[in-house]
């Protein structure tokens, strides 16, 4: 047996949120079972390497048990944020749609 390559998506969705030049990034996995998995696979350094092109120069995390997710708080990766950024996207939105683009293992086992 061997785990499948698959997109957070397909296991968890996310909601954006900023302020000046930081980014809050809230995951929650669709099934409670899977939040133990996803504290494994969101951790600050693989958050970090994936938006190390974005300047982030932290990544902090933040379980949320109850609401079976993490707030990830990211510094200095919009770039100025609204006002300084020439950036269409200076808010971030689309940033949660990178981070569920991120490749994870998967829950399940397959066969082989």
């Not at 569920?100 to 066969?111: A, D, F, Q, R």
Request: glycine share 8%; hydrophobic share 40%.
């Amino acid at each position: 047996m061997h785990s499948q390559r698959l997109t957070l998506h397909e296991f968890a969705h996310a909601r954006a949120g900023d302020k000046g030049d930081r980014l809050n990034l809230a995951v929650f996995v669709y099934r409670e079972d899977h939040y133990s998995w996803l504290l494994r696979q969101l951790t600050e350094e693989r958050v970090s390497e994936l938006f190390s092109h974005r300047g982030v120069t932290r990544v902090r995390r933040y379980p949320l048990p109850n609401l079976f997710g993490v707030n990830l708080v990211l510094d200095d990766v919009l770039q100025g944020g609204v006002n300084g950024s020439l950036n269409l996207d200076g808010h971030g939105k689309t940033l949660s749609y990178m981070l569920l683009s991120m490749s994870v293992e998967s829950p399940y086992s397959m066969i082989c």
